[in-house]
């Protein structure tokens, strides 16, 4: 076993999930990919894999708070690995962006968001900014 992935079932214990073979495969696929995935752009990342098993895997990353889910306006949720410290709570959370001409999305972890303000009683439980227009690769770097 290569020390990448003992190093991957490390995380996986940190966040207290069992390490299985699947987990460990999508974990190294998030890391590969270094952007947000929906569960559609998964999929077709792994060919033998159903669709059940890959979104059940997602649910329990982020149950334990190893994946953000994001809704970026394109109808579908994106999930991101968490960075190491992270415990999703509202101050915790980041801004993400959404590239229009080629659907990337990614997160500005160092784009913290600010404490909203709210009127009495209203309680937050989330809060979601999304920056939309063109990544370094569709902007011709102008
Ligand atoms: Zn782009
Ligand atoms: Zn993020």
Redesign the pocket.
Known sequence: MDALQTKREQTLLDRHIQPTAMRLLVLEELQKLQVAVSLNELEANFDRADRITLYRTLKTFQKNKLVHSIDDGTGSVKYALCSDQCECRPEEQHAHFH??????TICLNDFHLQRASLPKHFVMQEMNLVIKG??????DGT
């Open positions: 590239c229009n001409k080629c659907d990337l063109l990544c370094d690769h569709c902007s």
